[in-house]
């Protein structure tokens, strides 16, 4: 009936590089991890967290770079091709997880375009603790909930080169610029000596004390920041023509990701030591309400205000256009939808799913602990499987081009897939269920 649609590409390597290092760098480095620091046990945290980057982290974004580039297709379809049969769910789980994110995720990235607005008029200064009440539920977050969603939208709709590359060449670089910028600033304070102490000397006997939630914490965390899990991943990679090396590229996403996480505790914490509030209470709010007070009074405030929130709205736009992109290229490869409307039509439907949190944010916890600690764990231990057991020598050879041979280092990585990640991923998955079964029955 129909020619074979031309499927889009990346213009460019950075371009791709960029798209990925954008959706990687979001909301999970400066609103989740800060808080999660600071919720379980600060440096002890930050130790299990870097292992499980660097150990499952790596090998998980390898399994969706491989999955996407050899098969060309969204992760339902690419699922449905590589596995066959029931794996095919999978692709919709990864669906699922995307309305689930993508919906309160918009809600908070709105918290953060207000407070970004507010900054110029030092709204937030007087009653920080009472203005973030004020503004983080009700219309007030329905409406900026509803222009981040529109923002995402306009950026998915004009697809992958005019839409998604062009946004993220502007916008990563300038997140990175900007926030080196602040972590210098944040250097030349008073508390920073002191801070620097507090966030990098890890207290190991807390681990051990509280390691059943530390551990699904973390490996949660390293899953969110890096956007593993559902499919995010496998939908870039299937936009990429020539064969790069994906090694390389991993390489350079997850140090981007982790590196940023840092800074951002580079400056963050210099701030709040240096007006004397201990990061002792933390939580979702901890950004809008302890740091943007210091803003009032830290020098130059309002500028450090501007910028920060500013940095943190751009993270968050670049990540959200990937969660989008992953429903988007789904609804358009294999449903036949039309670009921009099913942008609109997919980016309506989570605008809906976001307003309960919009209007109680009580509701946060509830879809943010079952996305990180259950669904993305589910959705990288069963594309490890499948990978790992079901499909190794394809893996292996997808992997193998772009580069002059893999060598052991293949062996290393589909040994690692297969064993020790597969166990730790289950490990976390049973322990995020049990805890996230305690949060449902404290919320009934
Ligand atoms: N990785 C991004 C962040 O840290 C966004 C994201 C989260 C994407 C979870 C997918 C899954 O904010």
Request: aromatic share 14%; hydrophobic share 55%; no cysteine.
């Amino acid at each position: 009936m129909s020619l074979e649609k031309i499927r889009e590409s990346w213009a460019t390597r950075v371009g791709f590089v960029l798209a990925a290092v954008g959706s990687a760098v979001g909301l999970g480095n400066v609103w989740r991890f800060p808080f999660q620091v600071g919720e379980t046990g600060g440096a002890a945290f930050l130790v299990v967290y870097l292992f499980f980057v660097l150990l499952i982290g790596i090998p998980a974004m390898l399994v969706e770079f491989s999955i996407g580039r050899d098969t060309r297709l969204n992760p339902v379809g690419a699922l449905a091709e590589y596995g066959g049969g029931a794996w095919k769910y999978i692709g919709g789980l990864f669906v699922f997880i995307a309305f689930v994110i993508l919906s309160y995720y918009s809600v908070i990235a709105g918290w953060v375009v207000r407070y970004f607005l507010d900054s110029f008029t030092g709204a937030y200064s007087d009653t920080p603790g009472e203005y973030f009440v004020e503004i983080s539920t009700g219309l007030d977050a329905v409406l900026f909930h509803a222009v981040f969603m529109a923002a995402a939208i306009a950026i998915v709709a004009y697809g992958i080169r005019q839409g998604i590359e062009v946004a993220v060449k502007v916008m990563v670089p300038s997140i990175v610029v900007l926030l080196v910028a602040l972590a210098v600033y944040a250097f030349t304070l008073e508390g920073a000596a002191e801070a620097y102490a507090f966030y990098l000397s890890p207290d190991f006997g807390e681990i051990a004390a509280d390691w059943q939630s530390v551990l699904p914490a973390a490996a949660g965390q390293a899953f969110f920041t890096l956007s593993l899990g559902m499919g995010i991943m496998i939908t870039y990679s299937s936009y990429l023509e020539e064969d790069r090396n994906l090694g390389e590229d991993t390489g350079i996403i997850v140090a981007f990701d982790t590196g940023i996480a840092f800074i951002v505790g580079l400056v963050v914490f210099p701030i709040l030591f240096t007006v004397g509030i201990l990061p002792d209470e933390p939580g979702p709010g901890a950004i809008f309400v302890t740091l943007a007070q210091t803003f009032g009074e830290i020098p130059l405030g309002a500028v450090v205000g501007i910028v920060f929130f500013g940095v943190f709205a751009l993270a968050a736009l670049s990540s959200a256009i990937s969660i989008l992109e992953v429903v988007v290229s789904y609804a358009v490869d294999e449903l036949g939808a039309e670009r921009k409307r099913a942008a609109f039509g997919i980016g309506g439907a989570a605008f809906l799913i976001g307003l309960p949190v919009a209007f109680d944010s009580a509701y946060i916890d509830l879809y943010d602990q079952l996305a990180a600690e259950v669904l993305l764990v589910l959705g990288s231990l069963l594309l490890v499987v499948l990978v790992g057991w079901f499909a190794a020598e394809r893996a292996l050879k997808e992997l193998e081009k772009g580069t002059s041979g893999l060598g052991t280092l293949g062996t290393v990585w589909i040994w690692l897939v297969r064993v020790p990640v597969a166990i730790v991923l289950v490990v976390s998955l049973y322990l995020g269920v049990v805890e996230y079964a305690d949060l449902l029955r404290e919320f009934i």
